[in-house]
């Protein structure tokens, strides 16, 4: 199988199959609801529909690609961050290569995931068994993610003028960028952990490269399952599980990947604090400081800055020294 990508200058990718599944979640059934009246296409005959019943929930989505000629029989699951689904590791918004395809064209069978309650993984009903979600406007990501400082009232087309001096983050396409963002919950972390901890049962051993609030269950999935978890490459995790290291150690190689302009906002000090002391809870941990070897400018969204393609390459060589014999 081949697959033409949208960069002309590469060759195209070449599998030996492609596929996705839904794993995890939970049944429950809801009862003593009101019938609903709802007319489900324009134009349509007005129907009946009883919403009680059985339905699944929890549940979580991966599409996988694999290598024509893989480098190791470990694949590559990509995790993603809060609020994001997992479109965030294929084209970026300015329409060059995602990490997905660069880590494809390295021989690494590919695993992109929607976790519960985002994009094709779909969500439990609302409010009957989840309250509202929450969601982040354009401003308060442009913000949040270190792209720039602009004030709240700021609209889309105004942002680039607050962009950082040398941030790497394509602005011209963040717009386009904001149009992947989704509606989260706040209550969900355990259904999130259940779905990957069946996606790692089903796949078998795996590394995974997480970004974010990915990088909480990706770290906590090393320490859960060491069996099934052979290595960790965390983007800027949101968080770090300080008490459960501290009960079951890490035994899993781990990297910890931190990009430009930290100190401009009054989280990313606080997290780096945090990180920095776990990575002295364990010598598997090793943080790759992107500043601090002369790569300047990165943003939150490291996977999709201008120079991604550098960053993939440390992140492969990481990989490729653990797991490539």
């Known amino acids: 199988m081949t697959v033409t990508t949208n960069t002309p200058a590469k060759a195209p990718l070449t599998l030996r199959g492609m596929g996705s599944l839904h794993v995890g979640g939970d049944l429950i059934a809801l009862d003593g609801l009101p019938l609903q009246q709802h007319t489900l296409a324009a134009g349509g005959t007005p129907v009946t529909l009883d919403p009680n019943g059985q339905y699944a929930i929890g549940q979580m989505y991966a599409q996988y690609f694999l290598a024509a ?19 965030c590791w294929e084209t970026t918004p300015d329409r060059r290569e995602g990490w997905s395809s660069q880590f494809l064209r390295q021989g690494w069978d590919v695993y992109v995931c929607d976790a519960a309650e985002r994009g094709r993984a779909g969500y439990a ?15 308060v990501v442009f913000n949040r993610f270190r792209f720039g400082a602009a004030p709240s009232a700021a609209q889309i ?27 989260r919950w706040t209550h969900t972390d355990d259904v999130i952990a ?9 796949v078998g051993p795996s590394a995974i490269v997480c970004h974010s609030q990915g990088g909480v269950f990706g770290l906590r999935a090393a320490i859960t399952n060491p069996d099934r978890v052979k290595a960790i490459v965390a983007l800027e995790p949101a968080a770090v599980p300080m008490d459960a290291i501290q009960v079951h150690g890490l035994q899993v190689p781990t990297l910890i990947v931190l990009g430009d302009h930290m100190n401009r906002d009054a989280r990313w000090p606080l997290m780096r604090k945090a990180i920095n002391a776990f990575a002295a809870q364990s010598p598997l941990v090793q943080i790759l400081d992107l500043p601090a070897i002369g790569i300047t400018g990165n943003s939150h969204m490291l996977m999709m800055d201008t120079n991604s393609e550098i960053v993939a390459r440390h ?11």
């Not at 992140?315 to 014999?325: F, N, P, S, T, Y």
């Open 194 to 202: 259940n779905a990957y901890a069946a996606l790692l049962s089903r």
């Open 69 to 87: 000629q893989p480098c190791s029989d470990i694949p590559v699951l990509f995790w993603h961050g809060g609020g994001l689904t997992g479109a």
């Open 157 to 183: 087309d105004e942002l680039a003028q607050f962009a950082y001096p040398g941030q790497r983050f394509p602005i011209e396409a963040f717009a386009t960028f904001v149009r992947q963002l989704v509606p």
């Open 315 to 325: 992140v492969l060589d990481w990989l490729a020294r653990k797991l490539i014999a």
């Open 125 to 139: 009903p609302v409010p009957q068994v989840w309250p509202a979600p929450i969601s982040q406007t354009a401003s």
